[in-house]
């Protein structure tokens, strides 16, 4: 049964581990983040992106599929089912669909809007029993092939978007998406213990968990970070499988490929990825 990430992320947040989100793109991406939060009985958020959710012929589909895939796989553990950096009209939509948790990223109105915007989703999807995100200081990536550096968050900003009923706060300490420039400096910590300072008892989320290194990941932990989201280690994990198998040409043989067989080497790729990420994270044997 899909839940909230509520009681999963209070849960780490008080155990000092944290709760890994793995974005998924396709069937076969969500049965390997299943599998493997079940075999490691750990509890799991899938994300799911704005642009997933497009290709993937929206979130409504989105939610059938993982609920079906949930029941028919028999996975006992608590699942989320999230969406990532959603837009305000997105978030309505999940709340819709069925999805057990939204992400408001309201980072790139101006604070009032965010404000006002994020208080209206946080009665409509508490009123359904749903969690929601907030995001303070962009958390950049790459653009144009430039890699920003990550901003980090204004302390005094997150107090007034944690006032407001989240439940769960993304807050830029330096971190972002995708690959690390060579000169990145590292984790903001001193921002880090600055928000945590000023919101208390709320799980915090660290966004572009790809390429930190894992004593970084560990001190964020420690410092009050419950949820970390993995998508770029997943797709490179993905890729090279792919790759491997397609250049050994095995696809090639016989009556033409199968496309089970085609995608089977990522899928496992992944569980691998997902295993690492969730014995680094702390969370095998808290489901
Ligand atoms: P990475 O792609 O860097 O792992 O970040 C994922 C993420 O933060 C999704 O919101």
């Known amino acids: 049964m899909l839940v909230s990430a509520k009681e999963m992320l209070d849960k780490a947040l008080a155990g000092k581990y944290a709760v890994g989100q793995f974005n998924i793109n396709n069937l076969?991406?969500?049965k390997s983040v299943l599998l493997t939060a079940q075999e490691m009985n750990s509890p799991v958020i899938l994300g799911v992106s704005e642009g997933a959710g497009k290709y993937m012929t929206g979130f409504e589909t989105v939610a059938a599929m993982v609920k079906a895939m949930d029941k028919s796989l028999g996975i006992t553990v608590p699942v989320a089912l999230h969406l990532d950096h959603g837009t305000y009209e997105g978030c309505y939509k999940?709340?819709?669909a069925g999805f057990t948790?939204?992400?408001f990223d309201g980072s790139h109105y101006p604070i009032e809007e965010n404000i006002e915007k994020t208080t209206e989703l946080v009665h409509a999807a508490h009123?359904?029993?749903l969690s929601i995100e907030a995001e303070v200081g962009s958390i950049g990536g790459e653009e144009d092939g430039v890699i920003g550096m990550g901003e980090c968050a204004d302390p005094n900003e997150c107090k007034s978007i944690a006032d407001l009923g989240v439940d769960m706060l993304a807050a830029g300490i330096g971190n972002i998406h995708g690959k690390y420039p060579a000169n990145w400096p590292g984790l903001s910590f001193d921002t880090l213990a600055a928000v945590k300072e000023k919101i208390g008892d709320m799980p915090l989320v660290l966004h572009g968990g790809?390429?930190?290194p894992?004593?970084?990941i560990q001190k964020a932990i420690s410092l009050g970070?419950?949820?970390i989201n993995v998508n770029t280690e997943c797709q490179l994990s993905f890729a090279a499988a792919t790759?491997?198998?397609v250049e050994a040409g095995k696809d090639l043989e016989g009556k033409g490929f199968d496309p089970r067989k085609l995608l089977a080497p990522g899928a496992e790729a992944i569980k691998e990825t997902v295993r690492e990420k969730i014995n680094l994270f702390g969370s095998a044997g808290k489901a």
Do not use: H, Q
């Open 28 to 30: 076969e991406w969500t």
């Open 101 to 103: 948790s939204i992400m």
């Open 214 to 216: 894992a004593d970084m």
């Open 127 to 129: 009123n359904l029993g």
């Open 210 to 212: 790809t390429g930190i």
């Open 243 to 245: 790759r491997k198998y």
């Open 225 to 227: 970070v419950s949820k």
């Open 94 to 96: 999940c709340i819709k």
